[in-house]
């Protein structure tokens, strides 16, 4: 369970970066998200899970 909660609050802390950082570039990044056809984002999405699971994987061994 701690070790969800601190996946959890890192995954916090970098996504607090991106709006304290370039608030600018997060709203455009977001906008250009929501253009896009599910067809185009669901992939990319799932790649994203299947790295994020490669790397839990890593890091646990």
Do not use: K, Y
Request: net charge neutral; aromatic share 6%.
């Amino acid at each position: 369970m701690s070790d969800l909660l601190a996946g959890l609050g890192v995954a916090l802390v970098l996504e607090g970066m991106l709006w304290a950082l370039a608030p600018d570039m997060a709203r455009r990044m977001l906008a250009e998200m929501a253009s896009l056809a599910n067809t185009r984002l669901q992939p990319v999405a799932l790649g994203v899970v299947a790295f994020g699971v490669f790397i839990v994987w890593l890091a646990r061994g």
